[in-house]
């Protein structure tokens, strides 16, 4: 069944993972660029998150995502140049997380104004997995400029070398106690 979230992204934070792929006798497996080496979140608040897992190439390919979006940017109104998220909060102790295990798809918008909607402030990085689900998060200018840093590190195999560097680590999101530590 197909699904569709969206949120702001008040937060982007990302961690090595080490996954273990077994390849049955006589198939061809993954090359090491393809298996992920990284999870990236997507925080909307205490709320809400979006995880994926991602390979170096899923982190090389997302970057070029950005680098083919920008020169579409379009010229916004001064009041749209400022855009800042907004949490998204659900009653106490409730917590929305969504995982993308198999990232299939991924796409960038840029600031832009449509004919349609109007002034669009934001960029949109849209994930999408497997069954065709996808997650579509807002994500402010300063926000960006993590996320493609970080995508960086990732591409280049170079995340969990200096871990001052990251913007903060993940410390076991799955704990709800956890996300306000990792906001932190």
């Known amino acids: 069944m197909r699904h569709t979230i969206a949120f702001q992204a008040t937060a982007f934070q990302a961690a090595p993972v080490d996954v273990q792929i077994e390849v049955p006798e006589g198939e ?14 997507f925080l909307g608040g205490p709320s809400v998150q979006v ?37 998204t909060l659900l009653p106490a102790a409730m917590l929305f997380g969504v995982n993308i295990e198999s990232l299939v798809g991924a796409a960038v918008t840029p600031p832009h104004v449509n004919d349609e909607v109007g002034v669009v402030p934001h960029w949109t ?3 999408q ?3 065709g689900s996808s997650a579509q998060v807002a994500v402010s200018d300063a926000l960006c400029v993590t ?30 106690d956890s996300v306000e530590d990792a906001e932190s």
């Open 28 to 41: 061809e497996g993954p090359t090491p660029d393809q298996i992920p080496s990284a999870i990236i979140v």
């Open 147 to 176: 996320i493609i840093r970080t995508l960086s590190q990732i591409a280049a195999g170079e995340l969990g070398a200096d871990e001052e560097d990251q913007g903060g680590v993940l410390n076991g999101l799955a704990d709800p």
């Open 129 to 131: 997995d497997a069954d």
């Open 51 to 87: 995880s994926a897992f991602v390979s170096e190439q899923d982190a090389e390919n997302l970057m070029g995502a950005f680098t083919e979006a920008e020169p579409m940017r379009g010229d916004l109104p001064p009041e749209a140049q400022a855009w800042e998220p907004e949490e």
């Open 125 to 127: 990085v849209q994930l």
